[in-house]
Structures are given as C-alpha cells and as structure tokens.
C-alpha cells in the first residue's frame, strides 16, 4: 500500500474526481523536551493520509504512537512542524479547522448547563438567536433519542445520555468533518454498542467525512469505510490501509459475527500486532 498523499481539487468540467476531505501532506509533529537538556520528541513523522468527502475513516496503533496528535493536526489544535494540512483543498495554515466539529474522549459538557442549553451553546456562539439555537437543540435531543431530557444537568445524565448529547452537540453545527477520539471508550460494552449503532444512523443521513481514532479494532471495522494503522511511536506514519468491503447498513453485534469480518480483523491484526510488540517492547526499555 501506498502511503503518499494525493491531494487532488475538484474540477471544473465535467470530470468526476474523489474530493478530499482532509489531506495530510507530509506532516512532521515535533515536541520540544520538559527541562533544559530535554530532547525533542516527533511524534508524527512524514505522515501522509487523506480522509475523502463522505468517508469514515478509523485510525488504530499502539498506545501513544500519536493517534491523537493527528486528530489535534486535524482540528488546527496543533500546528505541525513540517508538512501540511488541506481541507477541502484549502491549505489550513493557522487557527482552527472551522469545517470540523470535534468530540473528544471526555465530554465537553458545561456542568452549569442543561442538555438542550449545552447542545444550543456552539449555535449560539455563531450567531444563531437564542430562541432559534434551542429550538434546533430540542430537535437534535429526539433525534439521538434524549427527548424528554432536554432540562437535566450532565450531572444527572448517565455515561450513554451524556455521549448522546456529545455527539448531538456536535452535529447540531452541521460540520462537514467530524473528529472524534475514542469518544465510547468509558461506556460498557452494552451502551457502547448501542452508541456506535446510533453513530452510524446518524451518519447515514448526509455521510460526514468522519477520522475516527479507536483502540478497538473490532470498533474500526464495525464502523468504518476504510482502516489505516499507524506504526509505533515515536515518529509515527500511517503503514497499512484496509477498505471495509462490508454491506451497509450494519448492525454492531451481528456484523462483527461473519465470516468477512473475521478476515478482516485477521488481516489488519497481522499488520497491527507487531506494531504493538515494537510498541510494548520500547516502552519497557
């Protein structure tokens, strides 16, 4: 598999071509070292990846190999050393990506707020009227299945409702791109399935371009139209890709029980398993 980045704008005739959601081109990440001899630290070097218009894309690696470095890339958090972003084929040379909403592993729920005001805060921050912005809120709540619970606090919301008005938070922006940083991994194993379920109803109505970063790979592929895996750190780059040739729509627990689900998971394990091994063994040194 190649990993170079084909960063390609849309014609104007009639040539039909794949557009780019988000393209990584090159992207070097270095950190500067804690105290004056510290050295510094790549976490991500050379990385080239593109996400396109309408996919979902799961990202898997080792543990601290920089899955989450390139979700930050994505999002304008950080600004990398080397390399650049595009999205949409417009260079993102500084501040925020103002196409992407972001949910992260925590909620980024105001505990002050209720869940309507808390999904209606994003519009609100953009202009819409107050009024308008509750009234799309209250819209999204029935939608991710919260009706009813518009007027509770988080603090009175379990784990599930709190991820439902995350994800409700988001897409109530109507981002062209949605980032997200294993944002199940704290549910049981029951609600995670039901929120991966309700991700993918969701995402079916206008197919965001979705960059999913997940430890799970059973998650990764239950979900996602293409897998990329990521060596081990540090300067990591994505080494392998695997299109998921499974038949939408999908069911979480019966997906995972066929017999192409099982061969991929074979197939992407192979690859995975020895960055992981590469991945433990330094980190013992």
């Known amino acids: 598999m190649s990993t170079a980045a084909t960063c390609s704008v849309p014609l104007a005739s009639s040539e039909t071509r794949v557009r780019e959601a988000l393209c990584f081109d090159n992207v070097t990440c270095t950190f500067a070292g804690n105290g004056k001899n510290a050295q510094t630290?790549?976490?991500?070097?050379?990385?080239?990846?593109t996400i396109r218009d309408g996919e979902f894309v799961s990202i898997v690696g080792p543990t601290g190999c920089g899955k989450s470095t390139l979700l930050n890339v994505a999002a304008?958090?950080?600004?990398?050393s080397s390399g650049t972003l595009s999205v949409f084929g417009e260079k993102l040379a500084?501040?925020?990506?103002?196409?992407?909403?972001?949910?992260?592993?925590?909620?980024?729920?105001?505990?002050?707020?209720?869940?309507?005001e808390n999904i209606a805060m994003g519009l609100i921050f953009h202009g819409t009227p107050r009024e308008e912005a509750l009234a799309v809120a209250r819209d999204w709540l029935e939608r991710v299945g919260l009706h009813g619970h518009g007027k509770k606090y988080p603090h009175q919301m379990s784990g599930g409702m709190r991820k439902r008005a995350s994800l409700a938070q988001a897409l109530a922006l109507n981002?062209?791109?949605?980032?997200?940083?294993?944002?199940?991994?704290?549910?049981?194993?029951?609600?995670?399935?039901?929120m991966e379920n309700e991700l993918l109803q969701l995402w079916?109505?206008?197919r965001?371009?979705?960059?999913?970063v997940t430890h799970d790979l059973e998650e990764a592929i239950s979900l996602s139209d293409r897998v990329i895996v990521l060596s081990a750190g540090?300067?990591?780059?994505?080494?392998?890709?695997?299109?998921?040739?499974?038949?939408?729509?999908?069911?979480?627990?019966?997906?995972?029980?066929?017999q192409r689900f099982l061969q991929l998971?074979?197939?992407?394990?192979?690859v995975l398993r020895g960055e992981v091994l590469k991945s433990y063994a330094h980190n013992r040194i």
């Open 41 to 49: 630290y790549t976490a991500i070097s050379g990385g080239n990846l």
């Open 175 to 194: 981002p062209r791109i949605i980032l997200m940083d294993e944002p199940f991994s704290a549910l049981d194993i029951q609600t995670r399935h039901l």
């Open 234 to 258: 540090p300067a990591t780059r994505p080494i392998a890709e695997f299109d998921i040739d499974l038949e939408r729509p999908r069911e979480m627990s019966e997906i995972r029980m066929t």
């Open 208 to 212: 965001k371009s979705v960059m999913f």
């Open 76 to 80: 304008g958090l950080t600004r990398p």
């Open 265 to 270: 998971h074979s197939q992407i394990w192979d």
């Open 204 to 206: 079916s109505f206008d």
């Open 94 to 116: 500084n501040g925020l990506n103002r196409q992407a909403a972001y949910l992260f592993q925590v909620d980024a729920l105001m505990p002050w707020k209720t869940a309507e």
